[in-house]
């Protein structure tokens, strides 16, 4: 019984280190904000093929140009 009280006692103590750790950043440590940019071709956000594409691998079947209208 004695080892399963230094055993919670000791768990206790290391979780009081952890929330005081926690405590700390937060009161002390200020963010800096700052702006990010990340521009991104339009050719990966539609899934065309780049130029130089790996052999083996299907072409995808996404446009960024307008389909035209089916025939009925």
Not at 15 to 28: E, I, K, R, T
Not at 45 to 71: C, D, H, Y
């Amino acid at each position: 019984m004695p080892t399963l009280f230094r055993l919670l006692i000791t768990i206790v103590f290391l979780v009081g280190l952890v929330y005081a750790g926690m405590f700390a950043l937060v009161s002390f440590v200020e963010p800096t904000p700052k702006e990010v940019t990340l521009r991104i071709p339009s050719r990966e956000l539609l899934g065309e093929s780049a130029p130089t594409r790996p052999a083996g691998l299907p072409t995808p079947n996404v446009t960024s140009a307008p389909s035209a209208a089916p025939a009925q």
